[in-house]
């Protein structure tokens, strides 16, 4: 039986700044190594996307006992932001944490397992 986990690439500052400064193709050599880590992890990723940058983002504030706030921005201006993820469909936990160490990208990979 598989589990789907999903798996959160976190940028950081730094990795952003890093990015930036990188020309055309270093760009497209990074781009080419995540192109291989899809191929190479696609029977099990059953779901990708990239996120817009968090300035993109509008939250929702549901307090209990008042009208629900609508704000421009990111829920939490931090220092890492999800720039996007993958579901996939693992066997267990240490599978999964194989797949995020192989990943070539932004520095921070969260794993959680989805219901």
Do not use: N
């Not at 950081?12 to 191929?39: I, L, N, P, S």
């Not at 720039?83 to 066997?91: K, M, N, P």
């Not at 990208?105 to 397992?113: D, G, I, N, S, Y």
């Amino acid at each position: 039986m598989h589990v789907k986990y999903v798996l959160m690439f976190v940028e950081t500052e730094q990795y952003r700044k890093e990015w930036e400064a990188k020309d055309q193709a270093e760009r497209d050599a990074a781009f080419e190594k995540v192109g291989r880590w899809f191929a190479e992890h696609a029977a099990s990723i059953t779901h990708s996307t990239q996120l817009h940058p968090a300035a993109a983002a509008t939250t929702v504030r549901l307090e209990s006992g008042y009208e629900p706030i609508v704000t421009d921005g990111p829920f939490l201006e931090g220092k890492e932001v999800v720039s996007g993820y993958v579901e996939a469909e693992l066997d267990d936990l240490d599978e999964a944490l194989r797949m995020a160490r192989s990943w070539p990208a932004c520095p921070v990979v969260e794993v959680r397992p989805a219901l």
